[in-house]
Each structure stands twice: as structure tokens, then as C-alpha cells.
């Protein structure tokens, strides 16, 4: 193909919509221009344009993609149009979108020009002329100006023969950011508002109040024993539940209303528009009634029990913020009561929620402080009475109110995540202990149980900072024994599983705590291989001279014969109590008839005095 040849008809071809298309477009261009004064690597530049190009058009779904290649006295020109089969076009010609305009010089002082991108058009008309005259292109794109006075003069530019028309598919952009609004705004799990989409609408639901003077109600509910449901049931099954619960509150708000998951099993109503005592009552009752209806969970009915705190605002009372607060102490104050009923803010009932809030505070504070300590109590082997290991329990050493008992304060730590923190510090200082131990007695081979909370447990790092404590204590797995909730064991949540699973295959020892307390399966249990049974202090205390004391201690015993395990009965004050437990086989024991649980300093001071 000479030049004036290439000036007058140009080299087309039709490739299909497809990835097979580029390949062979950019064999044909490479054919093109064989043999031109065209340097290698100018050569591979406007083949690479041109794969590009196609590209881009296939992905935007065109149907065909034609080429057309000029080769004039000093450049080569090459445009590639995408056919989108968008309906017969006007005077015989194709409808042709999303244009590429390339030109390639033939002296090696000019580099691949594109002239036009995908984002702004050139008629060829415009290029052929520039390239006649032989004006050097620009590196970058020209693009045409949209002001409409502008395209009303370039329409009448006998150079111009037509115009490209670019759309874009807007749907997946809308649909991206329809989804941005749902993430930002509600309640992945539930669909219900979230948080600040539920403060949005009570803003503007306290304006509408104010401006009509109008009353207000907020209700906070809270699941009961929700814990419960997921450590039994697992976690696929506590998420059917909230889903449930959120279905049957839409079903019973009117379209005024809000419905919002606040987070975890609380959730949230703004109820408008008539909103005095007596109405918002007769609402909230008609909505506990249909949440007490039995859900049905992994083929189980279940009875789920919901307490609610509700406050009522009047005219230009309070603001959103405040109004919450109030709902919140009004559930704090159903709770109280025995849960599963709903209260109405009164004034007074500010105090104990007050007091709670405090309270979470300072034991941030004492964590950082640590006023937290380890109280060890040992425990013994039944028969020999030396000490085989120690059980670690936490202690808050308040400045104000003296020692106090974890029942002041973990329960507290459960609901607000710091068990976590708590229970890191605990492990920590118990591996100490153990190392002030071997200290004195080498080679005791003394062992130290640790309770971890179910919280604990499902952390994805858990063990592995289980692992780095002992690294750092320099002490074997095999001297940490994890003592579990029996319940645990009913769980299906796979990171629980998973971490039980790596902390004993890598040597830690799993004890089942208070067993027989609660209601576990024993099918379950057989299912996870344990190493210990820690007795439930119950069976400990029905050991006395009536017939059939002995019972439910002697089956624990047989139980864990039968399953290969040791038991430890916990809770033990009598000697007569112990002498039962010892002629049953029971192999340890732990409580006050020998030592309460106490500080580092009196646990090595007990390990001298028995020689251990």
C-alpha cells in the first residue's frame, strides 16, 4: 500500500465483540504498516493503542469494532469506532460510539498521538486535515467544546460531517451508590435504620413535635438473655432471631414510626403523632405481645423475653440526645425488675444508670492503673493432698471501696468488651505466679487454670496471644489449663471451635467449668475431647448423710472414667465432704476447707509450708 493509495481508500476491517477480536486487530494493524519507515518501536506503540482501544469498546459491550487505517505521505492514521447495534442510522451510515482517533508519525521526531480518548470525540475529518497540513498533534486529547453555541457552529463547519454520541450506563453507578447509602445508613443484617439514620429521623421528628406541639415517645428494647441463645444455638441462629425481631416491630408501626438497630440485640423506636402515655403504653404492649410469640430456631420453639425503657417527650422539651438517655434509664429500670417488661421514665431513675456509667469508668481506669489482681486458690490431689495447681481469680483492689468480688464487676465487664482486657491481665499475672513458683519449688510441675470468657474465646488472635504470654512467661502449654463454660460446648461459632481446637492440639488443657450447673449435652461433649470436669459446687454441697447425696457427684465421677478424664470437685468445706468425694474417686479438689482463694505472696507461703 503506497501512500496515495492510503490517502484514498484506507484499510478497514470488522472485528467481533470479543477478547479473540483484539488479537486479530492487532494483527491486522501490525500487516499494515510492514515495511513502512516505521521504527520497531513505534510499530509495537500503535499496536498497543490500538489492542487498547478495541479493549475499551468490548467492555463497553459493543457488538463489532471496526478499524480504519490512512497511510498518508508522513503519518499514519488509525481510527477504531465500537457498533453498539443501537437501531438503523440516518443517511445509510452506522451508528458508531465510542470513537478512538490515532495518529502515528512516520519521522521519528513525533510520537503516537492519541487525538481523541474515550472521554472526548474528533471527527476524522479534523484529523485528516490536520495531518495534511502537517501541523504537529499535541500529546494530549482535543476535545470539543459542549457549550451549545459552540456545537451550533461546529454543525455548521462543512469539515464536520457528523457528531460521536457517547453514553454511559449510569445503573451500576446508582446501584453502587444506592448500596453506599444502605451501608452508611442501616442495619446490614436487619435492613432497619442504624444508629445515625435513627438520630436523623428523631431530629426531624422533634421538629415536626415542636412545630405542631405535639408529644414524642422513644422506646429502647433489649433482647433478655440473648447471650444465651447464641452460646446454645450459635451465632447463624442468634441472627435468624434479631432478623425475626425486626420483621414483627415493622409489622406494628405505622408508617410514621422508626424502627432502628442501635447494635447487638438493641433496638430502637421513635413513635409519633399522638404519643402520650397512654397511647405509647397501649403501642408498646401490643408490640411485646407479638415479640413473646415462640420464634423457631434450628427446629427448636423458643420463647425470647424483651424488657423496654420508654420516655415521652412534650412540646419543646428535651432534645434527641437526651431523650434516648432517658429510654436508656427507663430499660436499665425494667431490668432491674426482673426483665422482660417495659418501664416509663420517671426522675428518679436516673441515679442507678448514673452510678453504672461511673462504674464503667473507673474499671477502664483500673485496668490502666492496675488496681486488677490475681487471687489463686489451689487445688489438690485427693489422695496425697499435695498441691497440683492453682485456679486464677480476679480481684478489683478499688482505692475507695477496698477489694471486691468479681460478681461486682465482671458482669459489667461482659456487656462492654473489657472481660477481654481483663482476662489478658489475668493470664499474664497468673504465669507469673507459676514462675515465682518454680522459682521455689523446681520442677514442681505446678499448673495454673484460667477462666476465658466465651467473649474471649470467639477474638480471631485469642490463642495466639495465649501463646505469646506463655512464650514470654517461658513456660510449656502443657502448665495453662483453660477453664471453659459447659455451654461453650453447645456453640456452633466456628472461630470458638477453632480456637479450643489449636490451644489443645498445641498442648494447653481444656477443663469443663461448673459441670452440671447448666444444661449441656453430653452428646457434645464426648464430641470435644476435654481433659478435665470441674464439679458444680451444688453436687459438692448435697453431699450429706441422706440417701442419695452421693448420686449426682458419683455420676460425674463415672462420667468422666467413662470419657477418660480427670474431676475436680470445686466448693469443698467439710472433711466429711472430702473423705465422700475420695472413696467416689474423685482425683482433685479445690475450697475453703483448705485455702480461699489469696494472694501470690500467701500461695508460695502455703507451698512451703506443705513442702510442695
Known sequence: MNASEGQRTPAKLTVPGEPAGVVEASRFVRQVVLGL????????????????????????????????????????????????????????QRRRLLGLSLLVALADQVQVSRISDCSSRISLAFLLDAARSGRRASSGPLAITQRESERERLLEDPRVHGRVLTPTDVRRRRAVESSLRSQAFRDPLTGLANRALFFDRLGHALSRADRLGASIAVAILDLDDFKIVNDSLGHAAGDRLLVEVSERLTGQLRAEDTAARL?????????????????????IGRILAHLHTPYSLSGAELRVGVSVGVAVRYSHGCGAEELVQRADF????????GKNCFRLFESGMSAPSVARLELQTELERALESGELEGHYQPILRAKTGTIEGFEALCRWRHPQRGLLAP???????????????????????????????????????????????????????????????????????????????????????????????????????????????????????????????????????????????AVPAGAVIGLARSLGVQVVAAGLERRDQLETLTDLGCDMWQGWHFSPAVETSQLLALGRERGA
Open 37 to 92: 519507515p516505521l521504527s520497531a518501536q513505534r510499530a509495537s506503540d500503535l499496536e498497543a493503542a490500538v489492542s487498547e482501544a478495541c479493549a475499551t469498546a468490548i467492555k463497553y459491550s459493543a457488538q463489532e469494532v471496526e478499524l480504519a487505517v490512512w497511510v498518508l505521505q508522513d503519518r499514519v492514521v488509525v481510527e477504531v469506532h465500537g457498533d453498539y447495534g443501537l437501531g438503523p442510522a440516518k443517511a445509510g
Open 330 to 337: 427507663a430499660l436499665y429500670a425494667a431490668k432491674a425488675a
Open 407 to 549: 460478681s461486682e464487676f465482671l458482669p459489667l465487664a461482659e456487656e462492654t468488651g473489657l472481660i477481654v482486657p481483663i482476662g489478658d491481665a489475668v493470664l499474664r499475672q497468673a504465669c507469673e505466679c507459676v514462675k515465682q513458683w518454680d522459682a521455689l519449688h523446681p520442677g514442681s510441675g505446678l499448673w495454673c487454670a484460667v477462666n476465658l470468657s466465651d467473649r474471649q474465646l470467639r477474638e480471631p488472635g485469642a490463642i495466639h496471644a495465649l501463646f505469646a504470654t506463655l512464650a514470654e512467661s517461658n513456660l510449656e502449654p502443657a502448665r495453662l489449663v483453660l477453664d471453659i463454660n459447659e455451654s461453650v460446648f453447645a456453640t456452633t461459632d466456628v472461630n470458638l471451635l477453632e480456637n479450643l481446637a489449636t490451644a489443645r492440639e498445641a498442648g494447653i488443657r481444656l477443663c469443663v467449668d461448673d459441670f452440671g450447673a447448666g444444661r449441656s449435652s453430653l452428646g457434645l461433649l464426648g464430641a470435644y475431647p476435654v481433659d478435665m470436669l470441674k464439679m458444680t459446687k451444688g453436687f459438692v454441697d448435697a453431699l450429706d448423710h441422706s440417701p442419695g447425696g
Open 263 to 283: 447494635g447487638g440485640d438493641e433496638f430502637a423506636l421513635v413513635v409519633e403523632e399522638g404519643a402520650d402515655l397512654g397511647n405509647t403504653a397501649r403501642v
